[in-house]
């Protein structure tokens, strides 16, 4: 089992900046793909991005490319979501998830189904 809690959410002006938190229990990570993903009010659950825990390699949706950076830090167990220029559409629950991993590339993992393991969420709103 692992458990995961997010933090870090709050409400930021459009422009603005927020760094999230996963932190991770239960279970070493190393073969774990871990992935945030949002939802918004009446909207499906959508992937944000994606890592290996092992590697490092990443993979991001198309809409927030070069605006939000995922990473993780080994020693503390803990995966990061710095987000950037946030946008009122960025407005979501944000969750952690990890996936085992199935030995596939780092882009197959977009897909909610995959993930076997998912935080409580935090809530990001972004003002206009």
């Known amino acids: 089992q692992v458990q995961l809690v997010e933090s870090g959410g709050g409400l930021v002006q459009a422009g603005g900046s927020l760094r999230l938190s996963c932190a991770a229990s239960?279970?070493?990570?190393?073969?774990?793909?871990m992935g945030w993903f949002r939802q918004a009010p009446g909207k499906e659950r959508e992937f944000v991005a994606g890592?290996?825990?092992?590697?490092?390699?990443?993979y991001y949706a198309d809409s927030v490319k070069g605006r939000f950076t995922i990473s993780r830090d080994n020693a503390k167990n803990t995966l990061y979501l710095e987000m950037s220029s946030l946008k009122p559409e960025d407005t979501a629950l944000y969750y952690c998830a990890a996936a085992n991993s199935r030995g596939l590339g780092i882009g197959h993992y977009t897909s909610s189904s995959l993930y076997d393991y998912w935080g409580q969420g935090t809530q990001v709103t972004v003002s206009s």
């Open positions: 890592i290996y825990w092992t590697g490092g390699w990443t």
């Open positions: 239960g279970r070493t990570l190393s073969s774990y793909v």
